[in-house]
């Protein structure tokens, strides 16, 4: 049960359904949601092979603690980016803020 | 007892993911992704990973779900009683997700993965304090930059009068 295999087949369901998050929603709070998802994926691969190729150096966790660190500054931006979304197109539809679109 | 518990965390974790992209009220998703990131702090003492079990629960329970929960809030109408979020393309998305899955799990399956001798890594955070000042220094510092430069600039986004 607790082998490497699966924990990678864990993170990579998890990264399917982020991906499928992604892709399906519309609401960009929602899509955030699923970035959260795929972002914990890579987490917890690197933390596993990180256990699974012996614990000498813990340079997984390290790198976990790296993606975690983006993961926050990520969402604090791209949370302010979707209040001003709503501010001036009074939506958070990503399909209707195609004001760019010519 | 171990396994027992790890099998819990893992269908507790998958089925909350799950929850996350299907479900159509967004505080529900929100609700849904609290225990997907529990049930991977689980993971991570499961892994030995006392610190990175600590700081996910601090950083992304404490923080990001908070703040994913504040922008359902201020994004959506309170007297809407469907906070709602509608999705499209289901058909075409659920077959490139299950196209990666399938990809993913074959090479997962086929591969012959090294196994080194495991240790019980006893103070991890020692360990990990001097990776971050030795090794990986450099880094280190980029992020602590990176962190500066995106309170900044969320700061400077959400202003009254930008």
Redesign the interface.
């Known amino acids: 049960m607790d082998n490497l295999s699966t924990y990678l087949i864990i993170s990579a369901i998890l990264f399917s359904l982020g991906i499928y998050g992604v892709m399906t929603r519309r609401n960009a709070v929602a899509i955030l949601m699923g970035i959260e998802l795929i972002l914990n994926s890579a987490n917890l691969n690197f933390v596993a092979f990180n256990r699974f190729s012996g614990m000498e150096k813990l340079e997984g966790q390290v790198f976990s603690i790296f993606v975690i660190v983006l993961a926050a500054a990520e969402a604090a931006i791209a949370l302010a980016i979707i209040i001003n979304l709503y501010k001036n197109l009074n939506t958070v539809d990503v399909d209707e803020a195609d004001s760019l679109k010519g | 007892m ?2 027992l518990a ?2 819990g965390l ?1 269908i507790m ?2 089925v909350s ?2 929850w ?2 299907v479900s159509t009220n ?1 505080v529900r ?2 609700v849904a ?1 609290l225990f ?2 529990f049930g ?1 702090a689980g ?2 003492i ?4 006392d ?2 079990a600590a ?2 629960v601090i ?2 329970v404490g ?2 779900l908070v ?2 929960i ?3 809030m ?3 109408k309170i007297d809407d009683p469907e906070v709602g ?6 058909l ?3 077959f ?3 196209f ?2 399938s990809i ?2 074959t090479v ?2 086929r591969t012959e ?9 006893d103070e ?1 955070i020692r ?2 304090g001097s ?2 000042m030795n ?2 220094v450099l ?1 280190f510092e980029l ?1 602590s930059v ?2 500066l430069a ?2 900044i ?2 700061a400077y ?2 202003r009254k009068d ?1």
């Open positions: 171990g396994d790890f099998s893992a974790t998958i993911a799950f996350v992209v967004l998703s929100a992704l997907t990131l991977l993971f991570y499961f892994l030995f990973a610190f990175i700081a996910q950083i992304y923080g990001i703040l994913i504040f922008g359902v201020v994004t959506n979020s509608s999705s499209r393309n289901q075409f998305a659920s490139g997700a299950v990666i899955l993913l799990l997962i399956m993965w090294k196994i080194g001798n495991i240790t019980q890594a991890t360990k990990i990776h971050l090794d990986f880094p992020v990176l962190l995106a309170l600039g969320a986004l959400s930008s």
